[in-house]
């Protein structure tokens, strides 16, 4: 539930931290705050030193991982929150684990079944409801660039967590390696967009950041692997994730003002309907193959 909570109010986070910086300054001041974070735990644990005791290989899988997440996955999302109602942002970006379900298909070999197609199905016409604010046959969105971001951030996510089923590295360490081989790369971004000087930012920037370095990139992460290593049943426990979306639209309309749409609440149902009966059809068909 500490979980749900922290992801339940990132996208205001989000939204208003760029109010007062641009997406390339939140990613570099989250990234830090998060590398800083990660460290401070494994110094805890008595873990530091194995940062700079790993095999060569390690290094070059934490530099792909890290140029998918956090570099490219939240440099698409930022700017979609940027260009995109919280509301909305967040909605088309909670689809990723349908996408992954595809992406899975030429990446890892595995089949595509009938109630994954109808899924599918379910959850992108929630999507185009949301995008389109309720006039699906219009086709006229809101901005065609926010929704494509928003899009493509889901399809980075679920590349990232696809490639993850094969990383052998301890959960904490790698993701901690991730961001300290992925900052360089977002301050040098930084650099040449002429955005790097943080310190002319005004203190809201400042604390936006630091909260979504501490709890979306880092305290989630530790919480969720927590969490999912003491439950009885880790099918249970993964549906609470559902609750987060709309707890997120109560924290959008309280701290931001949005007016939250009722195509918003239609197209989220759909798409979070889609999800359940993805993993409800899934479950009840092993249950009968186990049976007999």
């Known amino acids: 539930m500490a979980t749900v909570l922290c992801w339940s109010t990132v996208a205001t986070a989000f939204k208003l931290s760029l109010a007062y910086m641009s997406p390339v300054q939140l990613i570099l001041l989250a990234s830090f705050t998060s590398t800083v974070f990660l460290m401070l735990i494994l110094l805890l644990q008595g873990r530091l030193a194995e940062l700079w005791r790993q095999p060569v290989r390690v290094y070059v899988d934490s530099l792909v991982?890290?140029?998918?997440?956090?570099?490219?996955?939240?440099?698409?999302?930022?700017?979609?929150?940027?260009?995109?109602?919280?509301?909305?942002?967040?909605?088309?970006?909670?689809?990723?684990?349908?996408?992954?379900?595809?992406?899975?298909?030429?990446?890892?070999?595995?089949?595509?079944?009938?109630?994954?197609?109808?899924?599918?199905?379910?959850?992108?016409?929630?999507?185009?409801?949301?995008?389109?604010?309720?006039?699906?046959?219009?086709?006229?969105?809101?901005?065609?660039l926010g929704v494509s971001l928003a899009v493509l951030s889901t399809v980075v996510w679920s590349m990232y967590w696809i490639f993850n089923q094969r990383d052998k590295r301890e959960p904490v360490l790698g993701l901690c390696l991730n961001f300290i081989i992925a900052l360089p790369f977002i301050m040098l971004i930084a650099v040449c967009r002429g955005e790097f000087n943080l310190l002319a930012s005004p203190w809201q920037a400042w604390v936006g950041g630091v909260y979504v370095g501490l709890l979306e990139m880092g305290l989630a992460f530790i919480l969720w692997l927590s969490a999912m290593k003491r439950a009885d049943n880790t099918a249970q426990l993964a549906n609470l994730i559902f609750i987060s979306p709309f707890l997120s639209l109560f924290f959008i309309a309280f701290f931001l003002g949005e007016a939250i749409l009722s195509s918003t609440v239609i197209g989220l149902s759909f798409i979070v309907v889609g999800l359940l009966l993805q993993q409800f059809v899934k479950r009840r068909l092993k249950a009968v193959i186990q049976s007999n």
């Not at 109602?85 to 088309?92: D, M, S, T, V």
């Open 65 to 144: 991982f890290g140029l998918l997440n956090p570099v490219l996955y939240y440099l698409l999302l930022f700017w979609a929150y940027d260009l995109l109602p919280a509301q909305e942002a967040q909605a088309i970006n909670y689809s990723w684990a349908i996408v992954m379900t595809f992406m899975a298909v030429p990446l890892l070999k595995q089949r595509l079944h009938w109630y994954d197609c109808v899924a599918g199905a379910v959850c992108y016409i929630g999507v185009c409801i949301i995008a389109t604010r309720g006039h699906l046959f219009d086709l006229q969105f809101a901005s065609v």
